[in-house]
């Protein structure tokens, strides 16, 4: 409600955070497509809520996934990354969001 505030420290226990549900509909890998008969196990579901005020946009996420990493570097277009097929920030195992702000 108005005159909340989200404290930035990863609990989402904050009456703020309490007004927003968690999104219901599972992530789908980016790579999905290339895997068509993989499931995710249950247990590496993740789920996000997000929330905004007239300053800031919020994203809370709860991630499944035990092996999250993420080793892409830089900006584009000069992203740097030892992964073995190049420079690619999809290929790390990682969370991320993408605002559009058009």
Same mark, same amino acid.
């Given at each position: 409600g108005k005159g909340q505030s989200i404290e930035i420290d990863g609990d989402l226990s904050d009456a703020a955070w309490g007004e927003v549900p968690f999104t219901s509909t599972p992530f789908e890998d980016i790579a999905q497509p290339l895997f068509p008969n993989y499931v995710l196990p249950k247990q590496y579901a993740s789920r996000v809520k997000v929330r905004w #005020? +007239? #300053?800031?946009?919020? %994203?809370? +996420?709860? $991630?499944?996934? @035990?092996?999250?990493? /993420? %080793? %892409?570097? /830089?900006? =584009?277009?000069? $992203?740097?990354? @030892? =992964? @073995?097929?190049g420079n690619v920030p999809y290929y790390d195992n990682d969370f991320e969001v993408f605002v559009d702000v058009s």
């Open positions: #005020d +007239a #300053d800031f946009l919020y %994203v809370a +996420a709860e $991630l499944g996934e @035990p092996f999250v990493t /993420g %080793v %892409v570097t /830089g900006h =584009n277009p000069t $992203l740097s990354s @030892p =992964n @073995p097929i």
